[in-house]
């Protein structure tokens, strides 16, 4: 991965155009959903079918065996982490998408997963920590700035 290309497209992130912003997340998540080649998609793509079949147990054993192959695929412990708070296990949520961060400190999808885990948890004070990590990389991201509000006004 060029890191000047990154780098570029986490600085539009930040740019006051909309359209330039959701081109640059468009191109993060590409880049991102890619980092393994087109087997590493491929699974990601498969899981997904799955998951949206309602074969949770299928895709959990599927990204696990992802995950396993590849433990540096940050894309593969977000979505594993994502099935897990889809399902209400907001721990295993919560370990995978703190893989995701580690893997990948600018992970804006994984620090609004950590958000969501901790709200449904009622842990409101590292839920707005999580969501304004989130808001450094997406200052314009509404739903983080949203669920910020929320979560104060339940402080």
Avoid at 17 to 30: H, P, Q, S
Avoid at 63 to 90: C, H, V
Avoid at 93 to 113: E, K, W, Y
Wanted: hydrophobic letters at 40%; glycine letters at 6%.
């Amino acid at each position: 991965m060029d890191s000047l290309f990154i780098n570029s497209l986490l600085e539009s992130l930040k740019n006051p155009n909309e359209k330039i912003r959701e081109e640059a997340t468009r191109k993060l998540w590409r880049i991102w959903f890619q980092q393994k080649g087109i087997y590493g998609l491929e699974m990601i793509e498969r899981s997904q079918k799955l998951m949206d079949g309602g074969n949770m147990h299928e895709a959990e054993s599927l990204l696990t065996q992802l995950i396993s192959e590849k433990p540096d695929f940050a894309e593969a412990w977000n979505r594993r982490g994502f099935l897990y708070y889809t399902t209400g296990d907001y721990q295993k949520s919560l370990i995978d998408c703190n893989m995701v961060v580690q893997i990948n400190p600018v992970h804006f999808g994984a620090l609004h997963g950590i958000g969501l885990c901790e709200a449904a948890q009622g842990q409101y004070r590292q839920a707005i920590q999580a969501f304004s990590r989130a808001l450094e990389i997406q200052p314009y991201s509404l739903v983080n700035q949203r669920l910020v509000l929320e979560c104060t006004l339940r402080l």
